[in-house]
């Protein structure tokens, strides 16, 4: 099995920052690409941010320049600093990762349970 677990998430007045975490765990033999992905009400699931483990970063056109993604691969960790938070950027915040385990070698992709972020205007 291999789980994600999210923290970091919360309520945050407009032009404020949070700062999400996301650590994997389990039976891992390699973790390709991380990132997080939101689903805000009514909406679909978007992606927000993808991190090779190389740590080349792709971001949303909605997100850039205010949010940065950026991962520790030795703790399989991967964060989420968003600065300058608007309103829109409401919504439930999903981890994922791209991960090979240790019992098949095949790559899978795995969730983690989703971090509600509000922010208030």
């Known amino acids: 099995q291999v789980q994600l677990v999210e923290s970091g998430g919360g309520l945050v007045q407009a032009g404020g920052s949070l700062r999400l975490s996301c650590a994997a765990s389990?039976?891992?033999?390699?973790?390709?690409?991380m990132g997080w992905y939101r689903q805000a009400p009514g909406k679909q699931r978007e992606l927000v941010a993808s991190?090779?483990?190389?740590?080349?970063?792709n971001y949303a056109d909605s997100v850039k320049g205010r949010f940065t993604a950026s991962r520790d691969n030795a703790k399989n960790t991967v964060y989420l600093q968003m600065n300058s938070l608007k309103p829109a950027d409401t919504a439930v915040y999903y981890c994922w990762s791209r991960v090979a385990r240790t019992t098949t070698l095949r790559w899978g992709d795995y969730w983690g349970q989703g971090t509600q972020v509000t922010v208030s205007s």
């Open positions: 389990g039976s891992i033999f390699s973790i390709n690409a």
């Open positions: 991190i090779t483990s190389g740590s080349s970063a």
